[in-house]
DNA sequence: TAGATTGTTAATCGATTAACAATC
DNA sequence: TAGATTGTTAATCGATTAACAATC
């Protein structure tokens, strides 16, 4: 049973097939081959077949794959088989917005606390769930099981409540501040960096428009607008 | 002039520097080797020599670089050194927090319109700016530049949308929605996948406990809490 | 000048793609 | 059985790391 190291590259596509064969199985395909899902997906139909084969043989030869036996296998392998509960650190704008996605309920994961600095949030409650205040964490987390940590905390408080979070036995983050938590070997921590999600964005715009500035048009101006 | 293809991989550590870079301006530090720079971003001195060398040789030997310089040539490339006028699409929660999200404007991405498909939120203004109804985006995006779309609907709402953006001239999109965007290739879209990123956590996190769960205790089930 | 550190070439490592024998 | 398609090995491609000459 030692699992030969998966690489990461492999890891962040298992949600993509995931999500797709959700999509086969609400149009009630029962059964899909490399080939097809690779033209659906836009990748190749042996990266397909690489990728399915670090976990098992979930396929058939001459049949392809059946589509819910895979999807629900993929499931497993990314863990949302089971009930993750968590909590938000950080009530503002981005942890509420976190907080109403109904999406991640679907998939077993289930908002159980949401915890603030600012003593006038104490009492609101978003989807029903009260906002504490931080002191209250170290009481709550002895009390519930909780398995994941949202930190949508300003960086300047980031670092600090990321090391409470640890003292008190967290193990995974989901970390949205703007820094790099620096954690120990068994603490996971997932980065959604988006001022960076949107500087690559204005990287490609920008890119785009230098190499087309000489053929848009030969105003004087090389069709950049700014 | 004709810039050699520059990988993805690079494109997207970019930011990261920038980010790196900024922090050490505010802590007036004045220049930094790649060796300095490497232990704290912990990633190697090669790597990010060879990073910077796709673009020029910001460095010099014996010196190391200038964060100051470094910082703003970094910037330019990003294209973060010129106004990119952004509008969103879908004034939800996660919009709605988008919107409120200062850190933008410090690199130069303004809000100049948000727009819905619900009519309740008619006239309704999110930090100053009213939200309009989809049908006025046409004449809205003749009125004005926009450079880049924030699409934060729902999917059965998206793709729609997107091609209707397309339609009126937007390269940019930046994508909350979960699918994937068909785009022309003059059509940039950068993708942030919420729940494939909480479900890349869940599997470490699931793949952290399989790796432990004979160790935690020999008290038959295997520290396996769930 | 001597020491430091870059820019860049070469070596290594890892990931993707191609090919095909195995097998349903 | 014949056809289809997987699982898997081998070949290719690309990205990272190491090494070092150039040079400040």
Redesign the pocket.
């Known amino acids: 049973m030692d699992a030969k190291e998966i ?4 890891i962040k596509r298992l949600p993509r097939y995931y999500r797709y064969l959700g999509e086969l199985m609400e149009e009630n395909v029962e059964r ?4 097809d899902l690779s033209k659906k997906m836009r ?5 397909i ?2 990728d ?2 670090n976990f ?10 059946n589509v819910r036996y895979l999807y629900t296998e993929i499931g497993k392998i990314l863990g949302v088989d089971s009930v993750h509960p968590m909590i938000i650190l950080g009530a503002g704008n981005l942890g509420q917005a976190l907080a109403n996605y109904v999406d991640f309920e679907k998939r077993g994961f289930r908002l159980v606390g949401i915890f603030d600095v600012n003593p006038v949030l104490e009492g609101m409650a978003v989807r029903g769930i009260e906002i504490q205040m931080i002191h209250e964490l170290p009481f709550f987390l002895r009390e519930n099981q909780v398995d994941i940590a949202i930190l949508t905390l300003p960086k300047n408080r980031a670092r600090e409540m990321a090391q409470l979070l640890i003292d008190n036995g967290i193990k995974a983050i989901w970390n949205f501040a703007h820094i790099d938590l620096d954690t120990p070997d068994d603490v996971i921590v997932e980065n959604v960096h988006l001022s960076e999600s949107l500087m690559t964005l204005s990287y490609n715009l920008s890119q785009y428009r230098r190499e087309h500035v000489n053929r848009a048009g030969e105003d004087g101006d090389g069709g950049n607008r700014l």
């Open positions: 690489s990461k590259a492999v899909i081959s490399s080939n990748v190749t139909a042996s990266q077949r690489q399915l084969n098992g043989g979930f396929g058939q030869q001459g049949y392809g794959y």
